[in-house]
């Protein structure tokens, strides 16, 4: 990217980056005041996470995510979600000759994951479209919902087709949900939609989290990027053995980080205000992208546009580099990206605004 990193900066009003998705509001206040107030820290965390923790993150999962009555000791605090998703593998014993398969269009810690458990990754959208030397060796299915970049949601019977279908071959399937709460058009129930259903869903696993993990980050509904405050709930026997192979690895959420935790998902308010935030941003964008001539794909759910012009990615990312915005290169994420961009909601209102003003201003 540095050389189209190059050409947008000579832009006379500078730089409009919406490459990264990268949370640039505040931390709401009550959060940093709960991270604050647990500062003095002078014993060890508990890798399993606190009582009062868990039980906070149980409660969500029923108010905002329709998983009714999971055990607290069915959950598991994480140093962020990406750390999870790239150590899982290697965690949960797979090596040599295992596969995992994640979305044909991801992002690349997946695949990550897999090779530094020796397995191998396998890009498919479906476990039944492999081949049966393939799909035999199937040991990890990840799913992501809605998916990073393309912002595609699956629905309550898609997810329960993963589901069944992994369970047949005995695999894991690990479903990262960390964009459940920006859901759009028929997935915000603030507009008469529903709400992203979870892997945990009742609807979708029959009652039962056997061979199931749910995986959340609180990055972006709390613009908590840099507290690494995630979780992991699921199986219980996984649960088991994730915390114990976790705490000889060292893989400890700091303590006034659970705190913050347990106070930010207490509250929806702030979350309902950083979503109106970035549903603001979309709504201009959306409009201000189709009359350049891009085709808005997916983008259901989630911090991004995923958008293509017609042309090669490249081109299009230097065209836009012209204008002084910067996105992301669909290439970045599979060859099924060829063509398209990631456009992220995350700039500022002031920046976001000026990117919908080039994009107007741009010749035809």
């Known amino acids: 990217m540095a050389p189209f990193?190059?050409?947008?900066?000579?832009?006379?009003?500078?730089?409009?980056?919406?490459?990264?998705?990268?949370?640039?509001?505040?931390?709401?206040?009550?959060?940093?005041?709960?991270?604050?107030?647990?500062?003095?820290?002078?014993?060890?965390?508990t890798t399993h996470g606190t009582a009062a923790l868990r039980e906070a993150i149980a409660g969500w999962f029923a108010r905002?995510?329709?998983?009714?009555?999971?055990?607290?000791?069915?959950?598991?605090?994480?140093?962020?979600?990406?750390?999870?998703?790239?150590?899982?593998?290697?965690l949960l014993g797979l090596g040599e000759g295992d596969v995992?398969?994640?979305?044909?269009?991801?992002?690349?810690?997946?695949?990550?994951?897999?090779?530094?458990?020796?397995?191998?990754?396998?890009?498919?959208?479906?476990?039944?479209?492999?081949p049966p030397g393939i799909r035999d060796r199937v040991r990890l299915v990840w799913i992501n919902s809605p998916g990073n970049p393309t912002g595609e949601v699956?629905?309550?019977?898609?997810?329960?087709?993963?589901?069944?279908?992994a369970r047949s071959l005995g695999a894991v399937v690990a479903s990262d949900e960390c964009y459940a709460e920006l859901g759009w058009g028929q997935w915000d129930p603030s507009e008469g939609g529903s709400a992203?259903?979870?892997?945990?869903?009742?609807?979708?696993?029959?009652?039962?989290?056997?061979?199931?993990?749910?995986v959340y980050s609180l990055s972006k509904q709390s613009n908590l990027a840099g507290y690494r405050a995630a979780f992991t709930a699921g199986d219980p026997a996984i649960v088991a053995s994730l915390v114990n192979s976790r705490k000889h690895a060292g893989m400890i959420v700091p303590y006034p980080v659970q705190e913050a935790m347990r106070v930010a998902l207490g509250d929806d308010a702030h979350v309902e205000e950083q979503k109106d935030r970035y549903r603001r941003r979309r709504t201009l964008l959306v409009p201000a992208l189709e009359e350049a001539g891009f085709t808005i794909h997916g983008s259901d759910g989630g911090l991004y546009l995923w958008a293509r012009t017609g042309t090669p990615t490249w081109e299009t990312i230097r065209a836009?580099?012209?204008?002084?915005?910067?996105?992301?290169?669909?290439?970045?994420?599979?060859?099924?990206?060829?063509?398209?961009?990631?456009?992220?909601?995350?700039?500022?209102?002031?920046?976001?605004a000026a990117a919908v003003a080039r994009l107007a201003a741009a010749p035809g």
Do not use: M
């Open 320 to 352: 836009l580099a012209e204008l002084g915005i910067l996105a992301g290169p669909g290439t970045f994420y599979g060859e099924a990206g060829e063509g398209f961009v990631r456009i992220a909601l995350t700039g500022s209102d002031e920046r976001v």
């Open 64 to 90: 905002r995510r329709n998983v009714p009555g999971l055990d607290p000791q069915d959950i598991l605090p994480t140093v962020g979600s990406k750390e999870l998703v790239a150590w899982l593998p290697l």
């Open 100 to 130: 995992v398969v994640r979305p044909a269009t991801a992002y690349p810690t997946y695949d990550i994951g897999a090779h530094l458990a020796g397995a191998t990754a396998v890009a498919a959208d479906s476990v039944a479209e492999l």
């Open 5 to 45: 990193q190059e050409i947008a900066a000579r832009h006379p009003d500078g730089v409009v980056d919406l490459s990264i998705g990268t949370p640039v509001d505040p931390t709401p206040t009550l959060i940093r005041a709960a991270l604050g107030a647990a500062a003095d820290a002078h014993g060890y965390p």
């Open 196 to 214: 992203v259903p979870s892997v945990l869903d009742p609807a979708v696993c029959g009652g039962s989290h056997h061979l199931l993990l749910a």
């Open 154 to 165: 699956l629905d309550v019977e898609q997810l329960r087709t993963v589901v069944d279908e």
